[in-house]
């Protein structure tokens, strides 16, 4: 009869155990979704800088453009190396993620991109 109350002990403990997978989880996912995100910030920060370097427009920077892009796709750019005369911008953005149910530090994820105009050869 003394074994009577063991049960809820391990009951609650395994409550407790998937719990916290369930959170992990979740942070999991999150981080994830932010990573295909700022992928996704990068690759079109790139692409307008790369393009604005083969085809210049009046009054656009491919670094302006670039920053841009990177923040309508929910990110902020951190690196952008556009060097005129170049058909090549290489791009690092940041997303934040924000805090994680693990981790109550406020989390951030970067990519980065690369982008070539390649001209036709004549």
């Known amino acids: 009869m003394r074994e009577r109350g063991s049960v809820s002990i391990l009951v609650a403990a395994a409550l407790v ?8 989880s979740a942070d999991v996912v999150r981080v994830l979704t932010t990573a295909a995100k700022a992928q996704t910030a990068a ?3 790139a692409l307008a800088a790369a393009q604005t370097m083969a085809i ?7 670094a302006d453009l670039a ?5 309508r796709n929910g990110g902020t750019l951190q690196v952008c190396e556009c060097e005129p005369d170049s058909f090549e911008a290489i791009v690092t953005v940041r997303v934040p993620v924000g805090r994680l149910f693990l981790s109550g530090d406020d989390r951030a994820v970067t990519a980065s991109a690369r982008a070539i105009v390649d001209l036709p050869s004549l």
Do not use: F
């Open 17 to 24: 155990a998937l719990l916290v997978i369930a959170m992990g």
């Open 43 to 45: 690759d079109a920060a």
């Open 56 to 62: 210049p427009e009046e009054g656009a920077a491919p």
């Open 67 to 71: 920053r841009t892009y990177a923040a």
